[in-house]
């Protein structure tokens, strides 16, 4: 994520607007991030609901016409409305569905809600802990993304506070399952520190249990750009732990193919049936994006990026960071 906060501005660009009324084109308002140095990624708002500035970063909601509510930190985007699903579903189940019995979760950043209730969905899972270093943003997901109140509210959801770092370390228990879904590594950011190997090694790893498994977004991963996180984040990972897997989705809302990262000192081996066996048994309601065969197609990747995954070199440390590009700008067109 960029350090700039998401304006609505007056823009003079020139947009062919061939077929718009002078009045449509003055009421037209667009978010517009930049993905690249020479690549925009924009869509029409109907309003901006909220803005604010916390301790760490700034927060805008959007209504957009195409997505729904769009959240939108630092300027990027982390969540959209209408297809959010495919992300968090993505994120979460398939670790949960891999171990053999999930009791305990501990999610590292999260504030939304959304990792939240995606867990919260399996019958036999007892806790789940949030852990998210922006109370702002908590209080501002809490009150404006009402979908998730009933996550919020849930008895098995103990929501804290902390930088994730911190309370891992100081926590005496271990857990099933920890969960990274935290906001993109970018230079300057609260977060790229929890992507190091350092971290994985001698932090995250000790509070897994045996048969542990840890989960983690691991940023953009189509073929042009996979190789910002994506592709350095699965081989930092193949350091610490034994059995590491890839997988990817295409996220509309992010306008590119999206990574995850799931690793552990066990075996990760499951099959699509089992996995829909599983899905039937442990679920309480409906998953709308994963299935057994969508997640096993997904581990698949093209001949470009999974040629990258093999060869890359780059370990992730706190000196020799990757970064994910872009910042946001919603303007008047």
């Not at 306008?255 to 899905?279: N, Q």
Request: aromatic share 10%.
């Amino acid at each position: 994520m960029g350090t700039e906060a998401v304006e609505i501005i007056q823009s003079n660009k020139m947009v062919d607007n061939c077929n718009k009324t002078d009045q449509q084109r003055e009421n037209s308002f667009w978010y517009e991030e930049e993905i690249d140095d020479d690549l925009k990624w924009s869509f029409a708002l109907n309003s901006v609901l909220h803005k604010g500035t916390s301790e760490y970063q700034d927060i805008i909601l959007l209504d957009t016409k195409h997505f729904g509510k769009v959240l939108v930190i630092d300027g990027k985007m982390q969540s959209a409305e209408a297809d959010e699903f495919v992300y968090h579903e993505c994120l979460i189940h398939p670790a949960l569905l891999c171990h053999p019995e999930p009791k305990t979760v501990f999610i590292m950043g999260g504030g939304e809600g959304f990792a939240a209730r995606e867990c919260l969905k399996h019958k036999r899972i007892d806790k789940v802990v949030m852990c998210d270093i922006d109370q702002e943003v908590v209080d501002f997901c809490r009150k404006y993304l009402t979908v998730n109140q009933e996550a919020f509210n849930h008895k098995k959801l103990d929501l804290v506070i902390n930088d994730a770092k911190a309370e891992l370390q100081d926590r005496n228990e271990k857990f099933d399952i920890i969960v990274g879904d935290l906001a993109d590594p970018v230079e300057g950011g609260p977060c790229y520190q929890l992507y190091t190997k350092s971290f994985y090694e001698k932090i995250l790893k000790p509070k897994l249990n045996n048969n542990g498994i840890f989960v983690t977004q691991a940023g953009p991963a189509g073929i042009y750009s996979h190789k910002m996180v994506f592709s350095s984040i699965f081989n930092t990972l193949r350091q610490v732990f034994k059995f590491v897997v890839a997988y990817a989705a295409h996220v509309p809302s992010f306008a590119d193919t999206w990574g995850w990262v799931m690793a552990s000192d066990h075996p990760l081996p499951i099959k699509a049936d089992e996995m829909d066996k599983r899905i039937e048994e442990r679920i309480d309601g409906e998953l709308f994006y994963l299935n057994g065969a969508s997640f096993i197609s997904s581990t698949i990747m093209n001949k470009i990026v999974s040629q990258s995954l093999l060869t890359e070199t780059h370990v992730y440390t706190e000196e020799n960071a990757r970064f994910v590009y872009g910042h946001g700008l919603a303007y008047r067109a």
